[in-house]
């Protein structure tokens, strides 16, 4: 096997990318390619992704070899949306940063996640709007310095987990970039159909230019500060509300096989034509 196996997965001429030095989005491309291959998926020819505009809507496309359409910003979740319903046989993958997916279309995922719809949903949160140079997204935790908040974000960020729990997403998973194995696992998991409907799940991956840099720190300290905050799930629940400041719990928070809206619909169907 050679060294640069995952290479099969990227379009020739897609390297050097356009990403920053040191941008995490790199890492989550490799994870998504390593679970393609331990999948041992040879072609991605059944795969859609959809993205909309943004640094992480990137990472499908122009670099994946597959079929992939860049909609406008905030519009992903409702184009793929639209290509599962044409194509129920394909499986589609949104990929999409905070300010896409948790602001200007926030409505479509969380309408979404209430259908269940058959999608994969991939919140890239490098808790800023990047590609626009850094402006404070619903994601910032309190107290960033952004160049819109540059004496530090006052306003509370939204969770983006606890807002798929209220919804009947069937997956619903949070992994930090410094999580490598863990992620890789989540995509196998929700790209072999295990579970069906609504698979989402969120990568924290701060925005090295706009974010870690700005805290004085080079990408490669900030993601070992993060494999000393980002902790597991349960771990974090037994701790007071004093002890979790400044950690963010990962794992999977929801792993359910309801019926999806496209299972749905054609029992529905089925039944009105009865
Ligand atoms: C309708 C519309 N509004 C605003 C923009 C400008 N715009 C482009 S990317 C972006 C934010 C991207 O932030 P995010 O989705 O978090 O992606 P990131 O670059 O951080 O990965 C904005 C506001 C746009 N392209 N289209
Ligand atoms: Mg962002």
């Known amino acids: 096997m050679s060294p640069h196996f995952s290479l099969q997965y990227l379009r020739s001429g897609a390297l050097p990318t356009a990403f920053c030095p040191g941008c995490y989005n790199g890492i989550i491309i490799n994870a998504l390619m390593k679970a393609f291959r331990e999948l041992g998926v040879t072609k991605l020819d059944r795969y859609v992704f959809v993205s909309g505009i943004g640094c992480s809507s990137w990472i499908p496309n122009p670099y994946i070899r597959a ?5 406008l910003h905030g519009r992903a ?29 926030c409505n479509h995922l969380i309408h979404a996640a209430r259908r269940n719809m058959e999608l994969v949903v991939v919140l890239v949160n490098n808790l800023v709007l990047g590609m626009t140079r850094g402006q404070a997204s619903p994601t910032t935790p309190q107290g960033t310095r952004t ?3 540059p004496f530090g974000n006052f ?7 606890s807002l ?3 919804t009947n997403a069937n997956y619903v998973a949070r992994w930090c970039i410094s999580n490598f194995e863990q992620l890789k696992e989540s995509f196998k998991e929700v790209l072999s159909k ?3 409907g609504l698979r989402f799940i969120e990568i924290v991956a701060p925005c ?31 701790l007071s509300p004093k002890e979790r400041r400044d950690l963010i719990p990962v794992g999977v928070f929801r792993r359910e096989n309801k019926p999806g809206f496209i299972d749905r619909y054609r029992e529905y169907s089925t039944r009105a034509r009865g």
């Open 67 to 71: 079929d992939s359409v860049h909609t």
């Open 147 to 149: 160049v819109t908040t």
């Open 155 to 161: 306003e509370e960020p939204m969770n983006a987990v």
């Open 194 to 196: 295990v579970t069906k």
């Open 208 to 238: 090295v230019t706009y974010v870690v840099r700005y805290e004085g720190k080079t990408p490669g300290e900030k993601i070992k500060e993060l494999a000393r905050t980002c902790v597991d799930k349960d771990t974090y629940a037994s």
């Open 77 to 105: 979740v409702a184009v793929a949306t639209g290509i599962k319903l044409a194509r129920p046989d394909l499986e589609v993958i949104v990929i999409g940063g905070d300010g896409d997916l948790l602001s200007i279309g």
């Open 164 to 166: 798929l729990m209220s």
